[in-house]
């Protein structure tokens, strides 16, 4: 980044590294959990304050705003994109897209659904809670040609179904396909990192 005169913004999620709360047991166990309200909340307010801050980019610096965002964070990255303009290129790299799907079927989500279930939580209940959380019910604001959309055919912790779905439903911007499991995203990081920038670099020369 340093070489090629960008500037670079590191967004930490509510409940993660400076914003854990000292009760929490690691970075960022309270964000995604079995409190659903919580739940919501906290991806309500990690998307106010990414809104905040290229709103501030933008009104005080110049230039094309870039979101790259690496598993919680694409999912963040592609909530934001259906609903900031002022988005230049968006890369979601190993993104989840439906919340309810990745706790119900995944095996990060094995003991929040546990815990929903002795609760009386369903699937179908769930689906209906945090519906409000999934990208694929919407269109991007961001020009679609601008959309980069990365995924692992092997990944455990997102499942590349889950994936498809939001890839279709946004009428298939590019994407690319790795063959690797969610590690790829130490594994396979120079490859992220050269195919990101190579990316972003052909869109903003047009």
Same mark, same amino acid.
């Given at each position: 980044?340093?070489? %090629?005169?960008?500037?670079?913004?590191?967004?930490?999620?509510?409940?993660?590294?400076? #914003?854990?709360?000292?009760?929490? #047991?690691?970075?960022?166990?309270?964000?995604?959990?079995?409190?659903?309200? #919580?739940?919501?909340?906290?991806?309500?307010?990690? !998307?106010?304050?990414?809104?905040?801050? &290229?709103?501030?980019?933008?009104?005080?610096?110049?230039?094309?705003?870039? %979101?790259?965002?690496?598993? %919680?964070?694409?999912?963040?990255?592609?909530? /934001?994109?259906?609903?900031? +303009?002022? !988005?230049?290129?968006?890369?979601?790299?190993?993104?989840?897209?439906?919340?309810?799907? +990745? !706790?119900?079927?995944?095996?990060? $989500?094995?003991?929040?659904?546990?815990? *929903?279930?002795?609760?009386?939580?369903?699937?179908?209940?769930? /689906?209906?809670?945090?519906? &409000?959380?999934?990208?694929?019910?919407?269109?991007?604001?961001?020009?679609?040609?601008?959309?980069?959309? /990365?995924?692992?055919?092997?990944?455990?912790? &997102?499942?590349?179904?889950?994936?498809?779905?939001?890839?279709?439903?946004? $009428?298939?911007?590019?994407?690319? *396909?790795?063959?690797? $499991?969610?590690?790829?995203?130490?594994?396979?990081?120079?490859?992220?990192? *050269?195919?990101?920038? +190579?990316?972003?670099?052909?869109? *903003?020369?047009?």
């Amino acid at each position: 980044m340093k070489d %090629l005169g960008w500037n670079m913004y590191y967004f930490s999620l509510p409940y993660h590294f400076e #914003r854990e709360p000292e009760h929490s #047991r690691y970075s960022g166990e309270l964000m995604i959990s079995a409190n659903i309200d #919580r739940t919501v909340e906290s991806t309500r307010q990690a !998307i106010v304050d990414l809104r905040a801050l &290229i709103h501030w980019i933008k009104a005080n610096k110049t230039g094309p705003v870039i %979101l790259v965002g690496v598993s %919680l964070g694409g999912w963040i990255a592609n909530l /934001i994109a259906t609903l900031e +303009s002022q !988005i230049d290129v968006v890369a979601s790299i190993f993104y989840a897209n439906r919340l309810s799907y +990745s !706790i119900w079927n995944t095996i990060p $989500g094995k003991f929040i659904r546990e815990e *929903l279930e002795q609760h009386g939580v369903t699937y179908e209940d769930l /689906i209906r809670y945090w519906e &409000i959380t999934d990208p694929s019910q919407a269109v991007p604001k961001v020009n679609k040609d601008h959309i980069l959309l /990365i995924s692992a055919k092997y990944d455990q912790y &997102i499942d590349i179904k889950d994936a498809d779905s939001l890839w279709e439903s946004w $009428g298939k911007p590019e994407r690319y *396909l790795y063959n690797c $499991g969610h590690a790829g995203i130490v594994l396979c990081r120079k490859k992220l990192a *050269l195919d990101t920038l +190579s990316f972003i670099q052909k869109k *903003l020369k047009r």
